[in-house]
């Protein structure tokens, strides 16, 4: 669930250079403050996949919602649920 949505994020990020010392800039504009920066292309997309993991986690914990990306969705129940019987 989770590793699918970040794929579709993923594929959905744009990138840009900037002027600046980690000149490769990336943000996926569906997931508003979604962006990273990085020194190589590789190293923004590596730093674009962790900043999505955080803001997933971050949402989770304050019970906001997480909007569809590709058909993916995350949502959590307020109740809390058994997975022992």
């Known amino acids: 669930m989770f590793g699918e949505y970040i794929q579709a994020a993923m594929e ?23 962006w990273a920066t990085g020194k190589t292309l590789e190293a923004c997309r590596k730093e674009l996949q962790s900043v999505i ?6 949402k989770l914990r304050l019970g906001h919602p997480i909007p569809a990306i590709g058909g993916h969705i995350i949502s959590a129940s307020a109740e809390p649920v058994s997975i022992a019987e």
């Open 53 to 58: 993991e955080g803001w997933i986690a971050l």
């Open 12 to 34: 959905r990020a744009t990138y840009e250079i900037i002027d600046n010392p980690e000149p490769f800039y990336g943000e996926v504009p569906e997931l508003e403050g979604v």
